[in-house]
C-alpha cells in the first residue's frame, strides 16, 4: 500500500499577506520563487513555521532592496 506524500494546502501560514505580497512581487518580475529550507520541513513534520525562506530564479539586483506594494523607478 503507497502512502500519500504530506501536503501543505491549506497551512495558515501560506495565506498570511506579507507572503502572498513578496512572492507576487518576486514571481511578477519574470522570475519564480519558491518557500525554502526549514519552513517546508518543519510544517511537513507538524512543528511550528518560525522564519520562511525564499528561493528565486531572479538576479540579486532585480529583487535586492524592493519592498512589497513599491514601484520600480
Given at each position: 500500500m503507497a502512502t500519500r506524500a504530506?501536503?501543505?494546502?491549506g497551512a495558515s501560514w501560506l495565506a498570511e499577506k506579507n507572503l502572498g505580497g513578496v512572492l507576487t512581487l518576486l514571481n511578477g518580475q519574470g522570475g519564480s520563487a519558491r518557500i525554502v529550507g526549514g519552513a517546508v520541513r518543519d510544517a511537513l513534520l507538524g512543528r511550528p513555521v518560525g522564519d520562511i525562506d525564499l528561493a528565486t530564479t531572479l538576479p540579486p539586483d532585480s529583487s535586492e532592496g524592493r519592498r512589497v506594494g513599491e514601484e520600480r523607478r
Open positions: 504530506p501536503s501543505l494546502a
